[in-house]
């Protein structure tokens, strides 16, 4: 795709969004998740099973992954272990939110793009101290709708997606179309490439230059379905781009020309097999980041309730 047709492509987009808050303060994708869409969602609960969309914080370094999280016991001491009365085993933890290996949220204050975040708010509004608007502060009271996963491996009829290969929107129409689904304005939409799975069985690789993900065109799909979060297994971008000079057009298209939050690196084979089982692909979701005033994004862990 060329820059030419990348810019496009993106005012086209950018022109069909809403930067304006709602009465929750809320703005971009998010206000397309009405108090009546969130109720509505609740009805998906059939089975009454919980299953996480989060894989298993990293902690050891990896191709994937050469600054991990680290998690630190602080308590007890050593004398505490045997030692009477009362004492508490502590610990503490730090995390590179936007890695490519831990499952986290990226808030819209993440992007930018000549000088500006989504909505043109200006790039200046985001300092050492914080970004003082778009942050994960918007998903404060969390995120709760109805999720659809697409799988786009049992689409082709293979495990996983390789690296380098894009997800297209006649990808995701023909998923709906074999799976039964349709996704609606509001919903959490989640795609499977089946990264997590390939990594499991073959080990982590430098996915900073070869990963699966939607082809630019892609982000289409989500405009006209009016989705209010996209969730992936990988970044949600391809690697090696499909765009001349742009890194990550997807984080471009979705976050600052749509205002649309991702989710990078969940896992979805818990949740595909518990659809696949059950014959239904819509779940009610919970996504709850943590309360962090300024962030650009947060560790998640999405929760599906089928």
């Known amino acids: 795709m060329t820059a030419q047709a990348f810019r496009a492509l993106y005012e086209h987009l950018r022109s069909r969004a809403t930067a304006q808050p709602t009465a929750d303060g809320r ?8 108090p009546e869409r969130v109720a509505a969602a609740a009805a998906e609960v059939r ?7 989060a894989a298993p914080i990293e902690t050891v370094p990896g191709p994937d992954d050469p600054e991990p999280a680290v998690h630190r016991m602080t308590g007890p001491a050593p004398d505490d272990l045997a030692a009477e009365g009362l004492h508490f085993a502590t610990d503490r933890f730090a ?12 808030a819209l204050c993440h992007v930018l793009l000549d000088g500006e975040l989504y909505g043109g708010v200006p790039a200046s509004s985001v300092t050492p101290e914080g970004a003082r608007a778009l942050s994960v502060d918007l998903a404060a009271d969390g995120i709760v709708g ?4 697409l799988d786009v491996p049992r689409l082709r009829g293979v495990p996983w997606l390789e690296p380098g290969d894009h997800v297209t929107s006649g990808d995701l129409r023909a998923a709906e179309a074999v799976q039964g689904v349709r996704v609606a304005p509001g919903d959490l939409l989640f795609v499977r490439t089946g990264h997590r799975l390939r990594r499991t069985a073959l080990g982590p690789w430098n996915t900073a230059t070869a990963r699966a993900g939607l082809h630019p065109t892609a982000v289409q799909f989500l405009a006209e379905r009016e989705v209010s979060v996209l969730g992936g297994d990988g970044n949600n ?8 000079g742009i890194s990550f057009p997807v984080h471009v298209l979705a976050v600052h020309a749509l205002g649309i939050p991702l989710m990078d690196y969940l896992q979805f084979e818990d949740l595909r097999r518990l659809c696949g ?10 996504v709850a980041p943590l ?5 650009t994004g947060s560790p998640v862990n999405p929760i599906a309730v089928l």
């Open 291 to 295: 309360r962090l005033p300024g962030a």
């Open 277 to 286: 089982r059950a014959g239904r692909w819509s779940f009610l979701c919970t």
């Open 47 to 53: 089975l009454g099973r919980t299953v996480s969309l």
């Open 95 to 106: 995390m590179n939110v936007h890695g490519d290996a831990d499952s986290h949220l990226d």
């Open 237 to 244: 971008d391809t690697a090696p781009s499909a765009v001349q």
């Open 146 to 149: 109805r999720g659809v996963l």
């Open 27 to 34: 703005c971009g994708a998010l206000s397309h998740l009405t």
